[in-house]
Nanobody, 121 residues
């Protein structure tokens, strides 16, 4: 499975962005999908995950209520809707696919390249 994240950009605080994670291959629907981010000088952190049939979603406390993870298995694409963005959300965002909808890097097998989100104050 190959993943490619897109949709990042520059946005003012309070604004919204929608990230997409396009995947290749027919097996995307059998994997959980997660989003992580890495801010400058910080370690990569978990943001959100969704199970392969969208039955379960989990969010980091820092984004709960502001971000929404979703997926369209028919289009082999995942999404991260980000609302009420804050300057501290500035980071490179990564999508990943794995067998478990977990919160650890090690739960994921495949990773996409990142997309940069910059939130100005």
């Amino acid at each position: 499975v190959q993943l490619q994240a897109s949709g990042g950009g520059l946005v003012q605080a309070g604004g919204s962005l929608r990230l997409s994670c396009a995947t290749s291959g027919r097996t995307f629907s059998s994997y959980a999908m997660g989003w992580f981010r890495q801010a400058p000088g910080k370690e990569r952190e978990f943001i959100a995950t969704i199970s392969w049939r969208s039955y379960s979603t989990y969010y980091a406390d820092s984004v709960k209520g502001r971000f929404t993870i979703s997926r369209d298995n028919a289009k082999n694409t995942g999404f991260l809707q980000m609302n009420s963005l804050k300057p501290e959300d500035t980071a490179v965002y990564y999508c990943a696919a794995g067998r478990v909808a977990g919160m650890m890097d090690s739960d994921y097998i495949y990773w996409g390249q990142g997309t940069l989100v910059t939130v100005s104050s």
